[in-house]
């Protein structure tokens, strides 16, 4: 399994731009992956979990990565959350 915390810096969050190129990132996957924050589990392959978890600048959040290329998906999912900038 692959855990990392993250804490989201871009000044908008996840809202609708960032969260549907998530959501394009993950689905090419075979992994299970869960976005973790304080107040909810989000499944980064739906837009509207994504949105609907209300990721906002200053969020720490835990990414959970279980799978057959869990390394992989990891890694680019942290980076693509760090480097946002938006």
Do not use: Y
């Not at 973790?36 to 835990?62: C, F, H, M, W, Y």
């Amino acid at each position: 399994m692959f855990e990392r915390q993250i804490k989201v810096s871009n000044k908008t969050g996840l809202h609708a731009r960032p969260a549907s190129d998530l959501t394009v990132l993950c689905q090419k996957f075979d992994s299970d992956i869960l976005i973790i924050t304080p107040d909810t589990e989000i499944n980064p392959k739906s837009i509207i979990s994504i949105l609907a978890g209300g990721v906002s600048q200053g969020t720490t959040i835990r990414l959970r990565v279980e799978g057959v290329d869990e390394e992989e998906a990891g890694e680019q999912i942290s980076r693509f959350i760090e480097e946002l900038k938006e």
